[in-house]
């Protein structure tokens, strides 16, 4: 069964610092990894994704994110955080071939609050 | 593309009534689905449709009914309203091959309140 652990609920950074928001998967096959962002009281919005072809992947607003299969990490990163970047952000695994994802393949990570300090 | 549009924003229930969240999508996607969202819980999925006519349960299907009459349109339904579904509801939909998984894009969400 493929899982998702956010290791952190909640990160703080001073803004012009980098962020990291750590993400780590289980799955039996080859996923596809997202990141989302969720500003307060919005949808969700598609960061980046890593979809087999590149291992580092880069989303919008300056994010990043390396895929890297011998840890099993996907971890979001931002050499400089900027106010805001203050949002809710959701590692998500997928594969549509794997079973214990919900039935559309998709496993939410419980979420990292970004905390921006000014 | 307005993208994934949801109606209303905002609602209050009292216990047992009944209500439908609308959702509809211009981008011509197979894909549909429902999550609810509540604190701690990342999004759980409700029901998910492939196509029009065609819809099957998620994690957390109970209390709710879905129908897929067409491409566009995939309301979710209350039957009678209970404090446990007070949450937030997202719709999304995505473009979806048998190979491979595409982005979901997402509703902005209704806030649900049940008294």
């Excluded at chain 1, 290791?7 to 750590?22: A, C, I, K």
């Excluded at chain 1, 880069?58 to 949002?87: Q, V």
């Excluded at chain 2, 109970?62 to 997202?90: C, H, I, K, M, W």
Aim: with cysteine; aromatic share 12%.
């Amino acid at each position: 069964a493929q899982s998702v652990t956010q290791l952190d609920s909640h990160v703080s950074v001073s803004e012009g610092t980098p962020v990291l928001l750590r993400c780590n998967y289980s799955s039996s096959y080859s996923p596809s990894l997202f990141w989302y962002v969720q500003h307060p009281n919005k949808g969700l919005q598609l960061l980046l994704k890593y979809t087999s072809a590149a291992t580092l992947v880069k989303g919008i607003n300056g994010f990043e994110a390396e895929f890297k299969k011998s840890e099993t990490s996907f971890h979001l990163t931002k050499p400089s955080a900027h106010m805001s970047d203050a949002a809710e952000y959701f590692c998500v695994v997928s594969d549509i071939w794997e079973c214990g994802g919900g039935a559309d393949g998709l496993t939410f990570g419980k979420g990292t609050h970004l905390i921006i300090q000014p | 593309n307005a993208g994934v549009t949801q109606t209303p924003k905002f609602q209050v229930l009292k216990t047992g009534q009944s209500m439908t969240l609308q959702c509809a999508q211009d981008m011509n996607h197979e894909y549909m689905s429902w999550y609810r969202q509540d604190p701690g819980m990342g999004l759980r999925l409700i029901h998910y449709s492939v196509g029009a006519g065609i819809t099957d349960q998620g994690e957390v299907p109970n209390g709710y009914n879905v129908s897929r009459s067409t491409t566009e349109d995939f309301p979710l339904r209350l039957l009678s309203a209970a404090p446990s579904q007070t949450s937030v509801y997202f719709c999304a939909s995505s473009y979806r091959t048998v190979s491979s998984y595409n982005e979901q894009f997402f509703g902005p969400g209704t806030r649900l309140t049940v008294l």
